[in-house]
């Protein structure tokens, strides 16, 4: 599976936000997650850095 998770930063730590990333769309000021079951999660934030081989996505608060 290709699929990515998704962690935003919280004192300068990664916490897990959402697993199985399928869709990430950026929008005004914030970041929309779907996950392939489904899950949204939409966040106040940027992508800082998007790994594509690890499957990893980082995303830095507003």
């Given at each position: 599976?290709?699929?990515?998770?998704?962690?935003?930063?919280?004192?300068?730590?990664?916490?897990?936000?959402?697993?199985?990333?399928d869709?990430?769309?950026?929008?005004?000021?914030?970041?929309?997650?779907?996950?392939?079951?489904?899950?949204?999660?939409?966040?106040?934030?940027?992508?800082?850095?998007?790994?594509?081989?690890?499957?990893k996505?980082?995303?830095?608060?507003?």
């Amino acid at each position: 599976m290709c699929e990515s998770t998704a962690y935003i930063l919280k004192d300068g730590k990664e916490e897990l936000l959402l697993e199985s990333v399928d869709v990430l769309e950026n929008m005004d000021g914030h970041v929309k997650l779907i996950s392939m079951f489904g899950e949204e999660e939409i966040v106040e934030a940027r992508v800082k850095t998007l790994s594509l081989v690890d499957h990893k996505i980082i995303l830095e608060p507003l």
